[in-house]
C-alpha cells in the first residue's frame, strides 16, 4: 500500500515501486482504486479496463500488470459470484441501489477495493505458487488511509453477520499480516512530514503494518548556510568570480556585480531550505523505518522519469 | 457580475500566451462579492488561499468569515484556531484600522449534521437518531459527508447575513470535483425513494412501487433478503430505524443541498481556481474549469500558487552553466566525494559544507581569500569565492529551468482557456503558518503586473 499527502507523488511512487520488484521472472500488480486513471496517464496508455493487463516490463525483466478497481463493478461480480444475479444487477442500478452500495453505504465501496487488492494478492497459479509476487495498491492518501484499511473492522461490526461481515474479516486478517506494509511518500516539507508522522502512529495505533518512508523529490545539496554566510562576506571576490566567468564588469554597476545580490539571494532560500530538509529528515530518522530517497526529476514524473525512479529503487536495494 | 470586477481590464502578454489577469482586490472589495469558494485538487494552497484571502478582505475593511476545512495544525493555531469548533471565532492580530474584520472557524462536519437533527426533530427522535450506528458511521464522514457538511454551514453563514464576505476552504476530495456532487448524492440518497423502498417495502409498497422499480413482483422481496444476507440483519434493522427517526426531517436534505447549489450559482459567489503550476495539477484544473461553466457556477479565476521567480531572469540557464562550469574547471583536489550518509551522492554539488567551512575558517583573516584570488593561474584548482559563484550559478540554472517549465504550463493553459483571468503567486521560501505569512501570500496574490494598486 503507499500512501502519503495529495501531490507528494504516490502514484509516481506506486508505479515506480511496481516496476522496482519486477525482477527478472516475477510479476508484479499495480493497482489504482480512486478511478483517476492515474496510471494510465503515467504509462501513456488508454484508460484501463477493469481488467488485469499488463502494461509494462520491470528495468529487471519482470512484467508489471496494472488494475484500475471500479467499485461499481466489483460489486456486481461480487453479487454475481455469490447469488448468480444475472439481469437483477441491472435493475438494482436503476433503482438506485448499486450507487448507494458504492458510494454512500458506510464503507461497502472500501470493503470492495480491499477486498479485490487482497484477491489478488492471495490468487495461486495452478502449480499452487502467487500469480502476483507482489500487488502495489497506489492507496488514498495519508488522512484517509486509516479509515479505509480499517473500515472492514468497522464494517464487519455493524453487518453483524452474513457473507460481507465474512469478507471484512478475511480482508482484514490479509491486511494485518505481515504480508502486507503500508508506505508513505513524503517530501521534505512540513505537512507532508507533519502528516507522515501522524499517518505512521495512526496506523500503528490500530494494528497495520507499517512499511517504509519514501522521501520524494529531493534535491541535490549545492550550498549550506555556511557556504552562503561566507559568499555573502565576500561580495566582491564573489563579482570578480563571475567576471572572470564571463558574465560582465565586475566594478560597481557592472553587470557581474548587479548579478550578485540576487543570485545571493536565491542562494540563500535555497540554504534556509535545506536547514530545514535536515529538520525534516531527522523527524523521519525518528520513525525509525528504512527511508528511500527519490530525486526530483527536472522534466516532472513521465514514463521514463518513472523508470529512472525505479532504477534509484533498486539500487537502494528496495527489491531485496 | 462579480467575476467581472475582478478582472483587470488588461490581457497581458507573457511569452506565447496572453490572458486576462485577474485583480484579487477588485474582487474583494467589491461589496456584491459575498462568497468566495477556494477549490482545486489536495495540496495546492486552498486553505492557505482561502485565510490568505480572509486576512486581506478584513484589512481592506471587510466583516470577513473564513470557514477552513483542514487546516495545518501551526496555520490554525496563528488564527487562534485550537479545535474543530463550529463557531466563528474573531482573528488577533489583523488590523481593523479600515473598520473590517476576520473570524474563523473549523468545519466539525459531525457536529454540523447532529445540529441539523438537533434542530429538526424533537429531543427524543434526535437521542434516537444521534445514538443510531448507521446514523453514527454516515455523520462520522462517509463518502460525501464533509462536503454536504460544508455546504451546509456555508449555507448557515450565508443565512445569518452577518457577514460581507465569507470565504470558503473546500474539502480534501477524492475528487476536486466532489463537493459540488457529494451533497446532492447524499441529498438525494436521504430523500430518496430508495431508502425507503430499501427499509420500509411494505409501506411503500404496492403494485405502483414495484412496478416502479421494475423488480418482478417477488424482485423486491429477494432484493431486501439479498441485502439482508449481505449486510447482515443488524445493518438493515439500524437503518429502518434510522429512516423511522429521520422520517419528519426527510425532503430537507435534498431541499438544502439544491439551495446551496443555487447559492453557488448565485452572482454574488466567486469560485477562485486553485493550482500548482504543474501539467498534471493544471488538466486537472481546466477539467475543473469547464464543469464550473458547465454547472454555471461565476469563476472568478485561476490562481496559480507557488510560482518560481528570479530577479536575475535575464540570465539564462544555459549561459549561467557554461560560467560555472567555466569557474569550476581545474576542479579536481576539492571535488567532494559525494556520498552522503542516506547513501545519496550529489553528484553536481560544487561546494558542500566542506568548502562553505572552508570559506568560513578564510574569513577569520581574510587573507586567505585575497591570496587565493591573487592566483590568475586559469590551470590552477578555483578559489573559494570561485566555487561559491559556481554553486550560485548552478543553483540559479535551476531555477531558471524551473521558471521555464512552469510558464510553458501556464501558457498552454492560457491556450486552453484564454478567458481566465489568472493569479500568480509565488512560492514563499518556507511554509505558511502565521498572519504574516498569510499577509504576504494576500500580498502577492494582489499585485500582479498590470493591475493597479487601488
Ligand atoms: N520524483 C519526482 N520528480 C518530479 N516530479 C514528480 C516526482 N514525483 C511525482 N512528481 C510529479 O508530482 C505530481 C504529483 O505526483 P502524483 O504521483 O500524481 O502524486 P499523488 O498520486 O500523490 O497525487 C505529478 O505531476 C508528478 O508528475
Ligand atoms: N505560496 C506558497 N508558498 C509557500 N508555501 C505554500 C504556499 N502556498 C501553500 N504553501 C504551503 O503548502 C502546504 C499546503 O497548503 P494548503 O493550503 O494546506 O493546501 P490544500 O488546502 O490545498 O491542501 C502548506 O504547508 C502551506 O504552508
Ligand atoms: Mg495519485
Ligand atoms: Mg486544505
Known amino acids: ?320 | 457580475m462579480t467575476a467581472r470586477a475582478a478582472e483587470a481590464g488588461t490581457a497581458q502578454a507573457h511569452g506565447l500566451g496572453t490572458f486576462p489577469v485577474l485583480d484579487v482586490d477588485a474582487l474583494v472589495d467589491d461589496p456584491g462579492t459575498r462568497i468566495v469558494v477556494c477549490c482545486g485538487a489536495g495540496g495546492v494552497g486552498k486553505t492557505t488561499t482561502a485565510a490568505a484571502l480572509g486576512v486581506r478582505a478584513a484589512e481592506r475593511g471587510r466583516k470577513v468569515v473564513v470557514l477552513t476545512i483542514d487546516p495545518a495544525r501551526r496555520l490554525a493555531q496563528s488564527m487562534g484556531l485550537t479545535e474543530l469548533d463550529n463557531t466563528p471565532r474573531r482573528v488577533k492580530g489583523v488590523d481593523g484600522a479600515s473598520g473590517g474584520e476576520l473570524h474563523a472557524m473549523m468545519l466539525d462536519m459531525k457536529r454540523t449534521f447532529d445540529e441539523i437533527v438537533e434542530a429538526h426533530a424533537d429531543p427524543e427522535r434526535a437521542r434516537a437518531i444521534l445514538e443510531n450506528p448507521f446514523y453514527q458511521s454516515l455523520s462520522a464522514g462517509f463518502a460525501g459527508t464533509q462536503e454536504y457538511m460544508a455546504m451546509e454551514k456555508l449555507g448557515q453563514l450565508r443565512a445569518d447575513d452577518e457577514w460581507d464576505l465569507i470565504v470558503v476552504d473546500t474539502p480534501p476530495s477524492r475528487s476536486a470535483l466532489d463537493f459540488l456532487d457529494a451533497p446532492k448524492r447524499l441529498g438525494s440518497f436521504l430523500d430518496g425513494r430508495f431508502i425507503r423502498l430499501l427499509t420500509a417495502p411494505a409501506k411503500v409498497g404496492g403494485r405502483a412501487g414495484l412496478k416502479f422499480v421494475n423488480l418482478g413482483v417477488s424482485g423486491l422481496s429477494v432484493f431486501t433478503g439479498l441485502l439482508n444476507k449481505l449486510l447482515g440483519t443488524g445493518l438493515l434493522r439500524d437503518m429502518q430505524t434510522f429512516v423511522a427517526a429521520m422520517d419528519t426531517m426527510f425532503g430537507g436534505f435534498r431541499t438544502r443541498a439544491d439551495a446551496t447549489y443555487r447559492l453557488l450559482q448565485a452572482p454574488g459567489t466567486a469560485f477562485l481556481v486553485v493550482a500548482a503550476p504543474e501539467r498534471d495539477a493544471l488538466r486537472e484544473a481546466a477539467y475543473f474549469v469547464e464543469r464550473l461553466a458547465a454547472d454555471r457556477m461565476p469563476l472568478a479565476g485561476l490562481v496559480l500558487n507557488r510560482m518560481h521567480g528570479s530577479e536575475a531572469a535575464h540570465l539564462s540557464a544555459e549561459r549561467a552553466l557554461a560560467a560555472a562550469e567555466n569557474l569550476e574547471e581545474g576542479d579536481v583536489v576539492d571535488q567532494p566525494t559525494g556520498k552522503g550518509g542516506d547513501g545519496r551522492s550529489a553528484p553536481r554539488s560544487a561546494s558542500g559544507s566542506g568548502s562553505g567551512s572552508d570559506a568560513h575558517s578564510g574569513d577569520g583573516s581574510g587573507t586567505d581569500a585575497d591570496s587565493d584570488e591573487l592566483t590568475e593561474d586559469s590551470t590552477a584548482s578555483p578559489t573559494t569565492a570561485e566555487r561559491l559563484a559556481a554553486g550560485m550559478l548552478r543553483l540559479h540554472a535551476e531555477r531558471m529551468h524551473v521558471l521555464a517549465r512552469e510558464r510553458r504550463t501556464r501558457d498552454r493553459f492560457a491556450a486552453l482557456h484564454p478567458e481566465v483571468p489568472v493569479a500568480e503567486v509565488a512560492a514563499l521560501p518556507g511554509d505558511v503558518h502565521d498572519l504574516d505569512g498569510l499577509r504576504a501570500i494576500g500580498g502577492r496574490l494582489a499585485e500582479q503586473p498590470g493591475v493597479e494598486p487601488a
Open chain 1, 1 to 320: 500500500m503507499v500512501t502519503g499527502k495529495g501531490g507528494t507523488g504516490k502514484t509516481t511512487v506506486a508505479a515506480a515501486l511496481a516496476l522496482a520488484l519486477a525482477e527478472e521472472g516475477k510479476r508484479t500488480l499495480l493497482v489504482e482504486v480512486e478511478g483517476r486513471q492515474g496510471i494510465a496517464q503515467l504509462f501513456e496508455t488508454e484508460a484501463l479496463p477493469y481488467e488485469e493487463r499488463k502494461i509494462a516490463v520491470g528495468p529487471g525483466g519482470g512484467e508489471v500488470y496494472a488494475l484500475a478497481v471500479d467499485a461499481e463493478k466489483a460489486l456486481l461480480d461480487y453479487l454475481q459470484m455469490f447469488y448468480k444475479l444475472g439481469g437483477a444487477g441491472r435493475a438494482l442500478k436503476r433503482i438506485g441501489a448499486i450507487d448507494f452500495a458504492t458510494t454512500i453505504a458506510p464503507g461497502v465501496r472500501d470493503v470492495l477495493l480491499t477486498g479485490k487488492v487482497c484477491e489478488a494478492a492471495r490468487r495461486r497459479t495452478r502449480a499452487g505458487g502467487f500469480v502476483y509476487d507482489a500487488v502495489v495498491m497506489d492507496a488514498p492518501p495519508t488522512g484517509r488511509i486509516t479509515r479505509f484499511l480499517g473500515v472492514n473492522d468497522q464494517v464487519a461490526g455493524l453487518a453483524r453477520v452474513g457473507p460481507i461481515h465474512n469478507q471484512a474479516q478475511a480482508v482484514m486478517r490479509v491486511l494485518k499480516s505481515s504480508e502486507t506494509a503500508v508506505h508513505l511518500v513524503t517530501l521534505l516539507e512540513e505537512m507532508p512530514v507533519q502528516e507522515t508522522v501522524d499517518g505512521v502512529a495512526e496506523l500503528r495505533a490500530t494494528g497495520l503494518p507499517v512499511g517504509c518512508v519514501f522521501v520524494n523529490m529531493t534535491r541535490p545539496a549545492v550550498l549550506d548556510r555556511t557556504a552562503v554566510r561566507a559568499a555573502e562576506e565576500s561580495r566582491t571576490e564573489i563579482a570578480k568570480a563571475l567576471s572572470r566567468a564571463g558574465l560582465g564588469g565586475a566594478r560597481r554597476g557592472g553587470r557581474a556585480e548587479q548579478l550578485v545580490d540576487p543570485l545571493l539571494r536565491q542562494a540563500h532560500e535555497h540554504a534556509e531550505r535545506l536547514a530545514l530538509e535536515g529538520e525534516l529528515r531527522s523527524e523521519i530518522a525518528g520513525l525509525e523505518l528504512p527511508a528511500y530517497e527519490l530525486e526530483l526529476l527536472a522534466e516532472g514524473a513521465d514514463l521514463p522519469g518513472v523508470y529512472l525512479l525505479a532504477g534509484e529503487l533498486r539500487e537502494q536495494g528496495v527489491a531485496r
